[in-house]
Structures are given as structure tokens and as C-alpha cells.
């Protein structure tokens, strides 16, 4: 199980930081482990999902202008999702469009509420807990659809792992833009923490 944020390629005119080119809609793991040119990727995507013009009299310097809607909003988002692949028969469930990393915790409710969580459409990713099984179905409305099962505790292992990833790449993302955005970068890493629903939370011993 790995958290992947939705990517598009920025505009060639995007000059504010060095990013990666990525294939519209394709998917960027989120982790420790990523290039300076992949954060400034994935701060890019936020951030353009997040986007806002300033308010009259708000800063219009081209930096601040950017970053304003991910500064400011009070609901942010974050494109995607989690992605589980089961590496013994290649099967993968992905997030479908409009699911957002700001909503990984509704997993939560598959291991431990109603049993049943689906993850955006175009395809239907749904996963649902049967007699301490989580079925993942790829896409509910396919028949063919592929499907991974695995036990409800397995799944929590799972999932206390991606939310690590996620950890681990915001504090990478606050070193970097620290190097990269020094007056920002506090609040860059805070926004950041909020989209994906890390805000306010400590981490696990």
C-alpha cells in the first residue's frame, strides 16, 4: 500500500522551483524518499489544486500569489490516494477520480466502522470487510474486475505503513522548502500536513 498523489506536467513557464515532468493523471508515490524535483513536483500539484487568486490588497508578488490558496483555504485537498498492488498476482487498486489523499482515513471505517468505504469513480474502487476479510474490488462496475483480499489486520499494518509514507514526506517536504522557500516554509509544511489530514496528529510512537 502506497499513498500516490494524482500528477499533471507543470506549464513550461512555471519558474518559481525546479520540478519533474509527469504524464497527465499518472501517479507519484509520496514517501521519504523522493528527489528535491519530485517535492517541488508534488508541492506544485498541491498547491495548483489548492489555487486561489489573492484578494485585493493580498500580495501579488508571483511566490505569494502561488502559494496563496494553499495558504490560506480552510479545506485543502490532495488528488489520490492509496494504491494497494499485490505482488503475487500483479492485481492493483488504484484511486479513481475525485478521491483525495485528504480522505485517506476513511479506510479507517473499513477495518474499524461500517465495513465498507468506496474511493472515487471512473473506475469504482471499493474495499469491504467480510468476516474479517477486506475484499478490494478495482472497480465495482466492471465484472471482470480485479480483486485483492487480505486480512483486516494485515490491512491495518497496511495502513499504519502508507501513513508513515506520508509523514515521512512532509518532513521531507519542510526540509525542502526550507532550502527553497525560507519565508514560507513554515507554513508551506503546515498546509502541506493539513492536505493530507497529518495536521494536529502526532506521530505514532
Given at each position: ?19 519533474n515532468?509527469f ?13 528535491p524535483?519530485?517535492?517541488?513536483s ?7 489544486a ?10 501579488t ?20 490516494g ?11 487498486f488504484?484511486?479513481?477520480?475525485c ?10 471505517e473499513?477495518t ?18 467480510l468476516?474479517?476479510v ?14 485483492i ?25 519542510g ?5 527553497r ?14 492536505a493530507?489530514?497529518?495536521a494536529?496528529?502526532a506521530?505514532?510512537?
Amino acid at each position: 500500500m502506497q499513498p500516490v498523489l494524482e500528477m499533471e506536467a507543470p506549464d513550461e513557464d512555471f519558474a518559481l522551483w525546479p520540478t519533474n515532468s509527469f504524464e497527465p493523471y499518472g501517479f507519484l508515490v509520496l514517501d521519504g524518499r523522493l528527489t528535491p524535483e519530485e517535492v517541488g513536483s508534488a508541492v506544485w500539484r498541491i498547491a495548483v489544486a489548492n489555487e486561489e487568486a489573492p484578494e485585493e490588497g493580498e500580495p501579488t508578488d508571483p511566490l505569494d500569489a502561488f502559494l496563496y490558496g494553499l495558504l490560506t483555504a480552510e479545506d485543502l485537498i490532495a488528488h489520490g490516494g492509496f494504491r494497494v498492488t499485490d505482488t503475487a498476482t500483479g492485481a492493483v487498486f488504484a484511486p479513481g477520480c475525485c478521491n483525495g489523499l485528504e480522505e485517506w482515513r476513511d479506510w479507517l471505517e473499513v477495518t474499524d466502522g461500517s465495513g465498507k468505504a468506496r474511493f472515487g469513480h471512473g473506475p469504482v474502487p471499493q474495499a469491504e470487510r467480510l468476516d474479517g476479510v477486506v475484499r478490494l474490488t478495482a472497480d465495482v462496475d466492471a465484472e471482470d474486475s480485479a480483486v485483492i483480499e487480505l486480512p483486516v489486520d494485515e490491512l491495518r499494518r497496511l495502513l499504519a505503513g502508507a501513513e508513515q509514507d506520508l509523514r515521512d514526506f512532509v518532513r521531507l517536504a519542510g526540509g525542502w522548502a526550507e532550502r527553497r522557500l525560507p519565508e514560507q516554509a513554515a507554513a508551506v509544511t503546515a498546509a502541506l500536513a493539513r492536505a493530507l489530514d497529518l495536521a494536529g496528529r502526532a506521530d505514532p510512537v
